[in-house]
């Protein structure tokens, strides 16, 4: 079965670094998400693409979060610098265009700042 | 705006018993409702989704969920509750108009059952 592909699984950094997550949605997903999902919380969007196209980035933290899907393939979020604050589980999920909403999730990457 | 609120932060069954699992939603127009679970440290598995149609849905791993319109709710249900039930579940709204548009999740109700 196709899944959704995510590295690294774990990062750990420090303040002020940056930091890079990278996300291969399964083949023929035209839409892919980056959810941000903090401790104890549920996941919150923080971008979505339409192919290599941006459709709501409006959560995104555009001083120190850019996202960018070149091919409208694989995509990459980065964080600089990163700020305590920015710990939490980054998932990457991706959906077929036009479908009824069922996304399907990556095993995420765990960040923690130090 | 689109919301989805769980009111129970856990809930706690003893195996082999039936098991409810809340969600109340707010959005404009028609809903897309669906149910995810996750596992410790992994991404969100898909469980059931309510388009149209039968109130009830039925998903994998024998749970089902009932759409209430009057009372803008989604339960999440399982006649018999097992101890590999146990995870996080969430539960996430869409509004019909914005097919295209991003899920709202809930906060998660942590299922605890116990042997």
């Known amino acids: 079965e196709a899944e959704v592909a995510q590295s690294p699984r774990y990062k750990i950094t420090e303040k002020s670094q940056a930091v890079a997550f990278w996300c291969d949605p399964i083949?023929?997903?035209?839409?892919l998400y980056w959810y941000r999902q903090i401790l104890g919380q549920g996941p919150e969007l923080l971008v979505q693409?339409?192919?290599?196209?941006?459709?709501?980035d409006s959560q995104l933290p555009k001083d120190r979060f850019s996202a960018e899907r070149l091919k409208g393939v694989d995509s990459t979020l980065k964080i600089q610098p990163a700020e305590l604050g920015d710990s939490a589980m980054y998932l990457c999920?991706?959906?077929?265009?036009?479908?009824?909403?069922?996304?399907?999730f990556g095993e995420g990457s765990r960040l923690t700042v130090l | 705006a689109q919301s989805v609120a769980q009111p129970e932060d856990q809930v706690n069954v003893a195996e082999g018993n039936p098991l409810t699992v809340k969600c109340t939603y707010s959005?404009?127009?028609?809903?897309?409702l669906f149910w995810y679970v996750q596992y410790p440290n992994r991404g969100l598995q898909f469980l059931l989704k309510?388009?149209?149609?039968?109130?009830l849905v039925k998903g994998s791993y024998g749970f089902e969920a009932e759409f209430n319109k009057s009372q803008t709710s989604f339960h999440l249900k399982k006649p018999s509750a097992l101890v590999s039930d146990s995870a996080l579940y969430f539960c996430?709204?869409?509004?019909?108009?914005?097919?295209?548009?991003?899920?709202?999740f809930g906060q998660g109700t942590e299922l605890s059952v116990k042997p």
């Open positions: 999920a991706s959906s077929r265009q036009g479908s009824t909403g069922e996304l399907f």
């Open positions: 083949s023929g997903h035209a839409t």
């Open positions: 693409f339409q192919d290599e196209s941006v459709v709501d």
């Open positions: 959005v404009s127009g028609n809903p897309y």
């Open positions: 309510y388009i149209t149609g039968d109130n």
């Open positions: 996430a709204v869409r509004a019909l108009y914005n097919q295209g548009g991003k899920l709202i």
